[in-house]
C-alpha cells in the first residue's frame, strides 16, 4: 500500500480535463487541490496528478524535485488517512496537486501542509456530498 503505481497516476487527457474544468478546488499554501468525485475503473480510490508550473520554476531541476519531494509526501500519507476516508464513503476521486509557492519548500514544511490539506479536504468533501 505504501508504493506509488501507474494505475494510481493521472494520465488520461479527458479525466485531467474533466478534473479542471468541473472539478472543486482550495487553496493551503504552497498547495492548490483540485479534486472531483468520479467513478474510476480501477480498484484504486484515487487518481493523482502533481504538477509544478514552469512559470515560477524555471530549471527543470527544481520543478522535479518538487514533483519528487511531492510524490514522496502523498506515497507515505494516501494509507493513513486517504484512503481509509474515501474507503469509509465509498467512493473514488481525481486529485490534482498543484505547487503554488515562489520558493523551493523544505520537506518539512511541506508534510505538514499537505497533510493539513488532506484535513481541508475531508472537510470541504464532506460538506460538499451533504448538500
Known amino acids: 500500500m505504501s508504493s506509488f503505481t501507474k494505475e494510481e497516476r493521472l494520465c488520461s487527457k479527458k479525466l485531467i480535463d ?37 512559470k515560477k520554476f524555471k530549471r527543470a531541476v527544481d520543478r522535479n524535485l518538487l514533483k519528487r519531494r511531492i510524490r514522496e509526501i502523498y506515497r507515505l500519507q494516501k494509507s493513513q ?40 479536504f475531508k472537510k470541504v468533501y464532506l460538506e460538499s456530498n451533504v448538500e
Open 81 to 120: 488517512s486517504l484512503y481509509p476516508f474515501l474507503n469509509e464513503h465509498s467512493s473514488a476521486i481525481l486529485l490534482g496537486i498543484n505547487y503554488i509557492g515562489n520558493e523551493i519548500g523544505e520537506y518539512a514544511f511541506m508534510e505538514k501542509k499537505f497533510n493539513a490539506a488532506i484535513v481541508k
Open 18 to 54: 474533466k478534473l479542471f474544468h468541473n472539478g472543486s478546488s482550495f487553496l493551503l499554501y504552497p498547495f492548490r487541490i483540485i479534486w472531483l468525485s468520479e467513478a474510476l475503473p480501477e480498484e484504486r480510490p484515487v487518481q493523482v496528478l502533481i504538477s509544478v508550473p514552469k
